[in-house]
Structures are given as C-alpha cells and as structure tokens.
C-alpha cells in the first residue's frame, strides 16, 4: 500500500498565500508510485479542508466558492493509534471517515506552521511529520533565539539589540539609545515573521519610530540590526538530519531595494496567482561570488542547520560585505518552494527532493520508536488514600 501524505497548508499567518504556492509545489511533486497525498488546507479563520479542489490554485481565487466545494475535516486518533481524516459535519449514524493518515508534509510558513506549534500537535496525535522539530520549529522561527545560540557557538552575525512591545511603550528613550548604539543605518524587523513583513531599513532616529510601530504591529518582539551597506545577499539550502547534512549550490538574490521585500520575493518574475513561488525571485544561480566565500557559505550553513538540530530542508540567509565578512541572517526551516531550485543544479529534482523528506521524517519516527517516554507505573497507587505525595 501507498504511504498517505497529508500536505498541510495556509494556516493563519501573514506568509499563507506563500505556503498555497509553496504546497501546491511539493504536492505536484510527491511521487505517485510510492506516496498518495492528501492537501489539507487550513483557512485563515482556522478552518480545516480537504478535496481535490484544493489542488488548483485558480480556485483559490474565489474562497466563498472553494470551501462550499471542499469539506471541513479533523484529524482524529483511533484505536491502536490509527489517525484518520474525518468529516467534521457528519450524520449521526455516519463515521464520516475520508482516509487514514501516516505521515504529515507540513507547508505553513511563518506563525502556527513554521514556529513549532503544529508539529507539537502533531507530537500529541502521534503523526510523524516532515522537517524541524518542536524545539528546532521554535528556535529557527524566533530570531533573537536563534542569534543567541548561533553568537554563543561563534557562528559570525551582524550587531543586533531586541526588546519587547512593552517595552518601547514604556522606555522609548530607553530602545532608541540601542539604536544609536549600533549605528545608523539601521534594519528593524518583527522577531518572528519571514517573506520581509514587517521590515523597514531605518536611516535615521526619525525613522525609527514608525519603524517600530510597524513590526510591534506583527510582533511583540523586536530586533534592531546593524544594516550592512553594499551587501551581497547570498543564500543556501541544507538537507539531512543531526546524523548527515548536505548543502546546496549557493544563489545571489537581487533585490530592487537594500532589502529584499515581500513583492520582490513573490510578486516579480511570474503572474498573481502562478505556482512559481520563490522560483520566480531575481536570482544568479550559482552565486557570483569567490570560491572562498562560497565555501565559508556552505560551511556556515551547514554548522548553523547542525547547531538548531534542524532537519528536512531549510534555506540559510547570508549577508556579505565588500570586506568580504560573512554573516548568518537567518534559518528558514520550511523555505519558500522547499529551496527545490537550489537543488536542481546538483542533479537532485524535486520529486527526488520530497522522496528524501519523507523518508528523512519515517526515519525519525523509527528512531523515536526506540526511546521511553513513560513509566509503567501508577504513582497515586503507592500513597495511602487520602494522604496525597506526602503521605507517611
């Protein structure tokens, strides 16, 4: 029998039109002969859908249309562990089951997909899944966390101060100080957002305000970054687990700003409503940069996927400076497009990159089918009735 694949998508998140394009990528390219897979699209009102109409992103034009042709789904545990997809309207005398569920492809970029909580749901029903961890989700998703352990293992980034919402209410005098002790200019961004919401590139102390208004508006923390003028943006894909990592070929990303935004990432190179996603971005592949810092690149990337225990396929973010300095700017766990085209130029196409997902995910489940997580024992039984853990 097929191994059944739910592709979870959407969720509730800046970046969901991303994860439609991103999922509806990775679901054309699952290998029919060894896997079925099932989308399962969650709405921004945190509905959850199934059906085949999920699978044409034309119909995602019309919502109201879509979910009256999709049905709205759970997920439930059955006796010996089964997991099965099950209507969520259903009649009385009806299980309303659609298909049982082995393993789950998570799509969700950015909040409640990227950042550890559903792969924590999915820990609970017992579903292996693909990609990071809880607690890689987690660290990979919040970049103060991240910088922590990437500045406490020697990993090279920029200068940076956080702070929380709260905070600016309350000591504004207090967070602009930081900014000027980094230096002008300066790059401010919500801590745990992707696909460049949120951003600004601040020149000035009058900018940052407004600048600050807008990433408190997504976040409630805050990173203020040193900006780096001149920079090369280069990144690079890594996939494997704590045991074997590999890294991809190196890109340059041209952006039409210092910064790359949201509309150079998404809305350049194709039509509103195409599946090219994260391929359509202005990109040199590979990147035009010297042997010597293309190696520091992928050695960095991979020391970084190994030091937040990622796994799957992630897309490490590099900054580069004209002294040729270079920097980690972020990990992202469940990339735009899965990075697939980054891995085309080494002969791995995509069909052959989710094949190696999926049994990267089946093989954590077989290792984790190995360690104790409980105690056969009933501790209220060793306690006279009455007298709780102090008992005598």
């Known amino acids: 029998m097929k191994t059944k694949v739910a ?15 991103s999922a509806l990528q990775a679901f054309n390219a699952i290998d029919r002969s060894k ?21 044409d992103i034309e119909n995602y034009k019309d919502l109201d249309q879509l979910f009256k042709q999709a049905d709205k789904v759970v997920l439930e545990q059955e006796s010996k562990g089964t997991i099965v997809l099950k209507k969520k309207d259903r009649s009385l005398f009806s ?72 905070q600016w209410h309350e000591q504004q005098d207090e967070i602009k100080q930081l900014a000027e002790k980094i230096g002008y200019p300066v790059i401010v961004k919500p801590a745990n957002l992707g696909s ?5 590139k601040v020149d000035n102390a009058e900018e940052l305000e407004e600048a600050i208004e807008l990433a408190i508006s997504y976040s409630f923390k805050v990173i203020i970054e040193k900006m780096i003028t001149d920079l090369t943006e280069v990144n690079c894909s890594v996939i494997g687990d704590y045991e074997n990592v590999e890294s991809s070929v190196c890109e340059q990303v041209l952006s039409t700003d210092e910064i790359l935004s949201y509309a150079d990432k998404y809305q350049s190179g194709g039509k ?17 940069i010297s042997e010597e810092a293309t190696a520091k690149v992928k050695e960095l990337a991979e020391k970084t996927f190994r030091l937040l225990n990622a796994s799957g396929v992630s897309r490490i973010d590099f900054l580069l400076n004209p002294d040729g300095e270079v920097f980690v700017n972020e990990i992202n766990t469940i990339p735009g497009s899965l990075s697939f085209y980054l891995w085309e130029p080494s002969g791995k196409d995509f069909e052959q990159l989710t094949d190696q997902l999926i049994q990267l995910a ?15 024992t009933n501790l209220f039984s060793l306690h006279s009735k009455g007298q709780g853990t102090k008992g005598k």
């Open 7 to 21: 592709v979870i998508f959407g969720g509730v998140s800046v970046e969901h039109e991303v994860s439609v394009i």
């Open 35 to 55: 896997y079925d897979p099932v989308p399962i699209y969650i709405s921004k009102t945190k509905e959850w859908y199934t059906g085949d109409v999920l699978t």
């Open 95 to 166: 299980k309303g089951v659609i298909t049982t569920i082995d393993i789950v492809f998570p799509v969700i970029h950015g909040t409640n997909g990227e950042d550890g909580s559903l792969q924590g749901y999915l820990e609970l029903l017992g579903l292996p899944y693909v990609g990071c961890d809880v607690a890689s989700s987690a660290a990979g998703m919040d970049k103060v966390m991240m910088k922590q352990i990437l500045r406490d293992s020697g990993v090279p980034i920029v200068d940076y101060e956080w702070f929380y919402s709260s």
């Open 196 to 200: 460049s919401v949120g951003i600004s």
């Open 272 to 288: 509103t409503g195409d599946t090219k996603g994260m391929e359509s971005v202005n990109r040199i592949i590979p990147a035009e």
């Open 362 to 376: 089946l093989k954590r489940e077989r290792e984790r089918q190995s360690i104790q997580f409980s105690i056969d």
